[in-house]
């Protein structure tokens, strides 16, 4: 088998998704001190609890009821969020690993969310120059967001390299694992401890080809698909 590009989701399998949520809820909770709802501190660790506790959706309105502030407020507050600069990092480890496959592949990055938002975070992680090919779904349309396998197909198209030459790297069973497998990629399921779906059970179109726990261990994947194992 030849492989001739790699593609990786960007949350939560190059770097920790939990530090990007802590990093927005850091300058809510500033935004909040400066309009004397309580101290930022305590503000962060509620949300966080919020966050971790009860899920994702509809962190901020849940606060506003709790704090308390005017609900009036969420909008603006949830765009501060999406706007911020965010502080995270992708590990050493993870950046050699990303530098010596760039010797080697071709690379790209597929990743659902808002344009403006990913787009921040790949340039913060300071990882663009890593990647031939970047296809953030939304900017093809909400409706082609994964599992739909438009944007791997988008990707390889932009690699020149046909889907049964490229693989495919992803944390959600059915985001990134269906997605991949259904536009002809090898699929790569990452498992990162604290990440959101690490506890997540797959089976059937969810179950990935591979398996691995770090990026480090993608090079042993590699040999073994192309018969140097």
């Known amino acids: ?9 960007l949350d939560d399998t190059l770097y920790l998704e939990k530090e990007f949520f802590q990093s927005g809820f850091a300058v809510v909770a500033a935004e909040l001190e ?8 305590e ?47 992708i590990q050493p ?4 690993v990303l530098r010596c ?13 808002f344009s403006a938002v990913q787009r921040r975070k790949i340039q913060a992680l300071g990882i663009q120059d890593f990647f031939n090919a970047l ?10 967001w994964k599992p739909h396998p438009l944007p791997f197909l988008t990707c390889c198209q932009q690699l020149q390299v046909p889907p049964a030459q490229a693989v495919f790297v992803g944390d959600h069973p059915e985001r990134d694992i269906q997605g991949a497998r259904r536009a ?36 042993g994947i590699l040999q073994h698909l192309q018969g140097k194992a």
Request: charged residues 30%.
């Open 1 to 9: 088998m030849i492989i001739r590009a790699i593609l990786f989701d």
């Open 34 to 41: 400066a309009r004397g709802i309580g101290s930022a501190g």
């Open 43 to 89: 503000i962060q660790i509620l949300l966080e609890r919020i966050h971790l506790g009860e899920g994702r959706e509809r962190v901020l309105n849940k606060a506003a009821a709790r704090l308390p502030f005017p609900e009036s407020w969420v909008g603006e507050l949830v765009d501060r969020f999406r706007a911020h600069a965010p502080k995270i990092q």
């Open 93 to 96: 480890e993870d950046y050699e």
């Open 101 to 113: 496959l760039r010797q080697q592949y071709r690379l790209g990055c597929i990743t659902d969310g």
């Open 135 to 144: 296809v953030i779904a939304d900017e093809l349309g909400r409706q082609y």
């Open 184 to 219: 002809g990629l090898t699929s790569i399921r990452i498992r990162r401890e604290q990440s959101y779906f690490f506890y997540r059970v797959s089976s059937g179109p969810e179950r990935a080809d591979f398996e691995i726990s770090r990026l480090s261990e993608l090079e």
